[in-house]
């Protein structure tokens, strides 16, 4: 017997030093990491002591004789990994991280944001130093995307907010939450209580279509859809016209895999979550039948992972619908389905795309209807949205890289909502570089750059660090890259001094933010919600405006 890793695994690589036999791959040193869709433990090495299990923050490990249905084909998956990559020891005995000697003394780091990049590289300063950080963020709530961005009916994905609060209890951490740097303190003030800063804000807009009626009314991004549905203050008194047969998410990578779900699973299912109130009572009264994903390229190029595109084999009451002439690949990526040495998860992409284009749909389910080689040119309609129109792409190879160019073929489809789900892009930060092309701040290894130089004491984690890529789980490699240069700045005397502490700090936050909320108020709110959320048979019934969060927070 073996244990498997799932679907829902997160990629922190948690469990990687916890294996007493070497056997999960592929570890953070190694190139595949970074493009790697999960982890997999070899079946074969694997020696049942639960180690990993105990370690996984999502619950995303299982032994092989007890998964769900749903999860069965993780055993193959898992073994197919290590047929295309034969697991060889590492060898090299894993070297603990670096601590800054006591000697230097209190290390203060302010962390702005709340989010995963942002406990992450919290978490890696408190194992790393003796340190006081100070985590702001602008909303009464920690946890970023983990509350306001990951789909309800993925609770296992939420659970990583478990080991940030497990690792947060200490004093020498505090919330300091509902403060917006920019408004209530500035970049310089931030430098004058702190050795040093780490931006982990993330990336809050959206790309854009650039096509003509993409403002139409029914024409939103899935950002904001997301945000909708997960009760994020700022978005909870949105409105989405869900009362046609049809939606179009354009994009197809996992996020649009969420909103297609949440568009069609039962209302009854969702009841089970904490989906924000107002988005439940929505979804009842949908008339939705149909959710279209379109994306730009083919079956072997789609963004949306594997395991997201398997899980949904397994929704109640609904179809997955694939049209088989869409499978009909190009020369160059049939040459690639066929090469013995593709990676087995972007086999199984296709494997599974022929799987729901053989299947027959059932009279009177629900769909999600993949198309393939399709691009939007315009959103249509008079006075809201109507439809959308789009032209068909070919394949063809630049410089290495599959591209899609449009062909002259054109069609249309009728839609009462249309959807964006084409990527995040970040913000510029008052004060600190940015750069517009990218939508990053300038870093080498974190640390922020000016014109190609360091800027002392300004660090990044993240999204914005790194642009909008990786699931949860990545920020923590990232995080530890940021923290392991911050603290060797530390320790080599290249962060000035702070010139006022924490109780200063407290005294400045209180005048100028008598509503900031604490490790109290933010206990205050988590326990509120779960008692609500139990009486319900919920995790939490959400609050979801800012002066619900903070009359909450106050008891």
Avoid at 6 to 35: K, L
Avoid at 404 to 431: F, K, M, N, Q
Wanted: proline share 6%.
């Amino acid at each position: 017997m073996a244990y498997v890793i799932t679907q829902r695994c997160c990629n922190d690589a948690s469990c990687v030093p916890e294996c007493p036999v070497d056997c999960i791959r592929p570890t953070p040193e190694q190139r595949e990491f970074a493009t790697t869709e999960q982890l997999y433990i070899d079946p074969d090495t694997c020696i049942d002591c639960g180690a990993c299990v105990d370690a996984c923050p999502v619950d995303a490990i299982a032994s092989e004789d007890d998964l769900l249905a749903s999860l069965a084909r993780f055993k193959d998956i898992n073994a197919a990994y290590f047929e295309r990559h034969p697991l060889e020891s590492n060898f090299e005995p894993l070297v603990a991280p670096s601590r800054a000697p006591k000697e230097l003394g209190t290390l203060r780091v302010a962390v702005i944001g709340a989010g995963p990049a942002a406990c992450y590289a919290a978490e890696e300063l408190l194992r790393r130093a003796d340190v006081e950080v100070e985590l702001f963020d602008r909303l009464p709530t920690p946890y970023g995307l983990v509350r306001a961005g990951v789909a309800p009916d993925h609770p296992g994905t939420k659970a990583v907010s478990s080991l940030f609060e497990s690792a947060f209890r200490r004093e020498a951490l505090q919330f300091r939450l509902n403060v917006e740097v920019g408004k209530h303190l500035s970049h310089q003030e931030l430098l004058d209580h702190h050795h040093a800063v780490v931006y982990a804000v993330g990336a809050a807009t959206d790309r854009r279509l650039n096509v003509p009626g993409e403002d139409l009314p029914g024409s939103h991004s899935a950002t904001e859809f997301v945000a909708w549905y997960n009760g994020h203050p700022d978005f909870a008194n949105r409105e989405f016209d869900l009362s046609g047969e049809r939606a179009v998410i354009v994009g197809n990578g996992n996020v649009a895999l969420d909103v297609a779900r949440v568009l069609t699973v039962h209302p009854d299912e969702l009841g089970k979550t904490d989906i924000a109130d107002h988005a439940l009572d929505a979804l009842r009264r949908s008339n939705i039948q149909e959710v279209v994903v379109l994306g730009r390229r083919g079956p072997l190029q789609a963004a949306y992972t594997s395991s997201e595109f398997l899980a949904l084999a397994h929704l109640k009451g609904i179809d997955v619908i694939v049209d088989p002439a869409d499978l009909e690949l190009d020369h160059a990526s049939q040459a690639l389905l066929d090469d013995p040495e593709i990676e087995p998860s972007l086999k199984l992409k296709y494997t599974l795309a022929q799987e729901y284009a053989a299947k027959t749909p059932t009279p009177g389910n629900k769909r999600i209807v993949f198309r393939y080689l399709v691009s939007p040119t315009a959103v249509t309609g008079e006075g809201k949205v109507e439809g959308i129109e789009f032209v068909h792409n070919e394949l063809v190879q630049e410089n290495g890289r599959t591209v899609a160019i449009a062909s002259d073929r054109t069609d249309s489809l009728g839609a009462s909502l249309v959807l964006r789900s084409i990527g995040y892009r970040g913000e510029p930060v008052a004060d600190v570089p940015f750069d517009e092309e990218s939508g990053v701040i300038p870093n080498e290894h974190g640390q922020v750059l000016a014109d190609g130089e360091p800027v002392q004491g300004v660090y990044v984690s993240g999204w914005i660090k790194r642009g909008p890529r990786g699931v949860i789980g990545s920020n923590r490699v990232d995080s530890q890259e940021t923290v392991d240069r911050l603290i060797a700045d530390f320790v080599a005397g290249k962060l000035a001094a702070p010139t006022a502490g924490r109780a200063a700090l407290e005294a400045l936050l209180a005048e100028r933010q008598p509503d900031m909320v604490g490790r109290d108020g933010w206990k205050a709110i988590d326990q509120a919600e779960r008692t609500a959320g139990k009486a319900a048979g919920r995790p939490r019934v959400k609050f979801t405006s800012l002066e619900d969060l903070l009359k909450a927070a106050k008891g």
